[in-house]
């Protein structure tokens, strides 16, 4: 009976040679690669002269917020405010085609759905295929020189990427250490790591980790660390990149038949609108002035009684995601914390619930 | 008759010679027992009512479908009548085709052992090997013609009670019937390589029994089993391994442009899958006393 172990040897080999193939692709992932060395400010003047006209890629998109999971599945995961909430949970996959300034496509790819953002011109429309409806909205003109730096106005012809650059740096120092790592591969690219590092524990970022492509200062991918949590908490990276122009096709969207269209006039001020989480960067915009204690990372937003609608504060999707506190409800997640107190006043930072509520207690 | 590696090699005078020995022949052969069989018949006419009941019954109903409601894809049968067999894959690859793949590939070695023709098979020891191998093609042989039958069934259907004209695809451009049939069978070409892995557990569980219904039943079990853990977050850590991981992912087909990389990776999976089953039902066949 010499030969009856023979006869397992394929049996027991073969699951040895898969988890060898699987650990020496995640080394190989992993692997660090020697570029030549680059100072944080070269790094970050490379995003500034990148200039990639037009791209095709799949965006892999991780969170781990530590938010309770939402329904992943059915018409009610992907409609509605859940929609873009649903966006921020879980894990995704998209594809992104970019041709010139002007034209774009983006496709969250669904368990047998996908969600579309089409940009041709002034023309933009959604699609959602879970419950076909698809809806356009048509840009001002003037948008369309959207490209530009919003800095750039101020002193035209002036600032290089390198200048800004060295502006970031300086402005961030106080607070923030920026360090490019060991070179990475990113969707099958070199790219350097440029760690941006909160120097102040008392917030709950530990890391933000761009990876910029070396060859044109693309960034590749994003990767946002919270304290205390060994998965990252939010990951945004390219898995396939590939610089050449898509096909023009794939920019003239026509609603299929049958879909459900809806024309969308834009709102009146639609470019502040996206960045109300930004402290300082467009506060004007905001119809109530938040007040913000302490600075950089740990600065903490305070927003008056009357900052939020108040049907908003008893959605049902806003009691499943917060928890009771003592005066108020409270969303933690393991970047941001909100603090909504019963007499309408909200707070939220990047700093743990304690600190919140001692702002709110010193107010 | 003794273990065979117990003996030299023996020759095993044939009284009968129910199936002839070169491979090509023997996989005619098998083939030919395959879909001759009455079994193997209503398999592929259960897994053909599927998109005919589907297509009656949108047919039948008085009110439209709503978008979002029931089985992905239903509301897209009354523009084109193509998408009949795109909804009834939807509908039958997690537990209709694995069914039918599970009762063949269960089958495939118990059953000649349990009717006694398993001995009349092996007329040498390295004949083992080749008479898995035969098995096995006909195992996945019975895999394409049960996607087929769901796809043929389905455009037929479509074709009879639907208009057709362009289809939607899930990004909402729109493509011709030309194109809409080619998708179809993109598709039908995905799940046939999709349940490949499975046909080679099925296999491998058939080679460790001589009851053929302890082998199927496993066989589903294990399908089912497999895409039970696939639903649950606690193990996400082991999902991309499990056969059934890729399994839904045939909607990529239906995208604009089509992204082919689950088709890779299920592909992967797959062969992996296959090279683990025959690995185990080597082990195990090559050293089976074949009593009967």
Known sequence: MKRAWMRWLPAALVPVAFTAAALAGSYQAGAATSLPHKSPADVIAMMGHANVQALSGTLQQTSDLGLPSLPTTGPAATQGPASTLELLTGSHTARVYMDGPSKARFQVMDLLAERDLVRNGNDVWLYNSADNSAAHVTLPARQSAERTLPSAPATPGMTTPEALAQRFLAAVEPSTDVTVGDGTMVAGRTAYPLVIAPKSNGTLVESVTIAVDSATGLPLSVDVRARGQAASAFSLAFTEVNLSAPDVGLFAFTPPPGAAVEQKSLPAVPAQKAMPMVPGASGKALPVHPTITGSGWDAVMAFPAGAMPSQARTAPLLSQLTQAVPGGRALTTSLVTVLMLDDGRVFAGMVPLERLQAVAAAK | ?292
């Not at chain 2, 294990?222 to 853990?229: H, K, T």
């Open chain 2, 1 to 292: 008759m003794l273990p065979a590696e117990a003996n030299p090699p023996v020759t095993i005078p044939r009284l009968t010679a129910p199936r002839p020995t070169s491979p090509w022949a023997l996989l005619a052969s098998e083939l030919a027992v395959l879909f001759g069989r009455l079994r193997t018949w209503a398999l592929l006419l259960a897994l053909a009512a599927i998109p005919l009941l589907i297509a009656a019954a949108v047919k039948l109903s008085s009110h439209p479908v709503a978008p979002g409601r029931g089985p992905p894809f239903l509301d897209r049968i009354t523009q084109n009548g193509l998408f009949v067999g795109v909804t009834a894959m939807v509908v039958s690859v997690p537990l209709f085709l694995p069914l039918t793949i599970g009762v063949v590939a269960g089958d495939t070695i118990a059953g000649e052992a349990n009717l006694g023709t398993l001995r009349y098979l092996l007329a040498a020891p390295a004949g083992r090997v080749r008479l898995l191998l035969v098995k096995y093609a006909a195992a996945a042989a019975f895999c394409l013609a049960a996607t087929l039958t769901v796809a043929a069934a389905g455009a037929l259907a479509g074709v009879v009670l639907f208009p057709i004209g362009p289809a939607t695809l899930l990004s909402g451009d729109t493509i011709d019937v030309g194109e809409s049939v080619v998708r179809l069978l993109l598709i039908a070409a995905y799940v046939t390589v999709s349940l490949l892995g499975l046909s080679a557990v099925g296999l491998a569980i058939s080679t460790f029994t001589d009851v053929p219904v302890g082998a199927m039943a496993a066989t589903i079990v294990l399908s089912v089993a497999s895409q039970v853990m696939d639903n649950l977050p606690q193990l996400d850590w082991l999902h991309p391994w499990l056969f059934s991981h890729y399994w839904l992912n045939f909607a990529d087909l239906l995208r604009q442009p089509i992204s082919w990389a689950d088709f890779g990776n299920n592909a992967i999976l797959q062969a992996g899958y296959i090279l683990a089953g025959g690995a185990v039902a080597f082990g195990k066949f090559t050293g089976k006393d074949v009593l009967s």
